[in-house]
């Protein structure tokens, strides 16, 4: 068996500590470390030639350095893979044949761990993370996500005892499926070992949700982790009696949660809700406080808020994109990557007291849908099981589905998309055999001519939503 990759224990504890002490003074420790880790990504990304190119342009050093670089986005990274990282081993050939022919999680050239990102900007992405960026989003999982900053006793993230459930796409090598298969992979050592490791089952979000519902139901997680909108459809199950959980923990991402969906969960499991907010470019980005407000791990990240012309935005305005730039990733550096999220930094001080920046994420969800069958039963689609199933189905990224009516769905493309009656015709044959599967084949699909609508807050395209007014 190909091993999965390892963090040397000098290393895990060193970022562990490294992390801790940032949480604990945000404003001196953690801004001296990301400034050391900014210089530091500079020298290394010199040996990419894509990043060799752009830092000789900018020609710039000091403080302003990361702000003379000319962005990157997803599809110039991709076009230009093999100019791409610092380790020359990493090429688009070579890890695309270690992807056909390798099992989740196994290491990549002996040490990496690679993951593939669907794209709602259109660009499949591959993603490469070193040794350091593993190390890194354990610390922040169990440092950050599972209690505030300032939090002073760490708390084991993925603690023995628990039994987690995850529920998300599990296709194929995306971000989620391929760190819990890691984990997995490293518990089940562990277990060799004679150590205590907890319980993880990955379940996949396609699954109708009533069969979901059951399988949650014959496993009894204690922690449940997923999207807020499948977490609401389940609570909701739960609140009407049809599922019995016993959870201690609800860990989301993902998706922006609302108000009505952490009121719901609250209601259907009463106990703590753990929100992040990562991508696959970086894992974890924001965590969630107590006070429900998320905050940016700036030692780790940094986050530049812009507007459509990529010129920056100032604190307390909506952000049409951000500037990513990750401080752990030395193979496959993202200096000022572009992520179509609109984000706004608030610029207030939260009462918890922690100092991070305070971030709000939106536009990134969609709308659950609630269709009826042949029997005018009631069926949930949940929004990301509908954008998974079309995007792997149909590998079609650049659409908009409408619900027009409980039994009817509208297709719209956007204009980029080259031919829009064959990617309806790929669209249409993946949809009808997902909603076969949900009981619902007699559900109408038409293609709809008119361009997809836009959130008029966020002016974000949702990728699944009702054809009519918003719900709350
Ligand atoms: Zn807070």
């Not at 420790?29 to 020298?43: G, K, S, Y």
């Not at 060799?52 to 702000?67: F, I, K, Y």
Request: hydrophobic content about 45%; overall charge positive.
């Amino acid at each position: 068996m190909n091993p999965t990759p390892t963090v040397s224990p000098w290393l895990w504890a060193s970022v562990f500590a490294q992390t801790l002490a940032a949480g604990l003074n945000p404003l001196q420790v953690a801004r001296q470390q990301r400034d050391a880790r900014l210089a530091a990504l500079l020298r290394v990304a010199l040996d990419s030639p894509l990043y060799r190119e752009r830092l000789g342009r900018a020609r710039s050093g000091g403080p302003d350095a990361l702000r003379a670089l000319e962005p990157v986005d997803k599809p110039e990274l991709m076009q230009r893979f093999d100019d791409w990282a610092t380790d020359r081993a990493v090429t688009r050939v070579s890890v695309e044949r270690f992807l056909e022919g390798r099992r989740l999680a196994d290491a990549f050239l002996g040490r990496y761990l690679v993951w593939t990102s669907s794209g709602t900007s259109g660009t499949p992405g591959i993603f490469v993370q070193d040794e350091r960026c593993l190390a890194v989003y354990d610390a922040l999982d169990a440092l950050r996500l599972r209690g505030p900053a300032s939090h002073a006793l760490p708390l084991p993230a993925w603690s023995a005892g628990h039994r987690f459930a995850f529920v998300a796409a599990t296709g194929g090598p995306f971000a989620g499926s391929v760190a819990i298969e890691r984990l997995q992979r490293l518990h089940r050592t562990q277990a060799v070992w004679g150590w205590p490791s907890p319980s993880l089952q990955a379940l996949s979000v396609l699954t109708p949700l009533s069969e979901l519902a059951r399988q949650l139901q014959a496993y009894q997680p204690s922690v449940l982790i997923t999207y807020p909108s499948c977490a609401a459809a389940l609570a909701q199950r739960q609140l009407d009696g049809a599922l019995r959980l016993r959870l201690t923990e609800v860990w989301l991402g993902g998706e922006q949660v609302s108000d009505g969906q952490r009121a719901l969960l609250r209601r259907a499991f009463a106990c703590p809700l753990r929100n992040n907010y990562g991508a696959s470019e970086f894992f974890s980005i924001a965590c969630e406080c107590e006070h429900g407000r998320l905050h940016l791990n700036e030692d780790w990240v940094v986050l530049e808020p812009v507007d459509r012309q990529l010129r920056p935005v100032a604190p307390g305005e909506a952000a049409h994109a951000v500037l990513l730039t990750h401080l752990a990733n030395h193979v496959q550096p993202l200096l000022r990557y572009r992520l179509d999220d609109a984000v706004r930094f608030s610029g207030e001080r939260c009462p918890c007291g922690c100092a991070f920046a305070v971030i709000e994420v939106q536009g990134r969800s969609g709308h659950t849908l609630e269709m009826r069958d042949a029997h005018d039963r009631p069926v949930t689609l949940l929004p990301l099981a509908l954008e998974t199933a079309i995007e792997e189905g149909a590998q079609v990224t650049q659409f908009q589905l409408l619900c027009t009516a409980p039994d009817a769905l509208e297709l719209r493309f956007e204009p980029g998309v080259a031919d829009p009656a064959a990617a309806y015709r790929r669209v249409r044959a993946a949809l009808h055999a997902f909603l076969t599967q949900h009981g619902l084949a007699a559900v109408r699909i038409t293609h709809g001519r008119q361009p997809p609508l836009h959130e008029r807050a966020s002016g974000k395209l949702c990728r699944v939503r009702l054809a009519a007014p918003e719900p709350r």
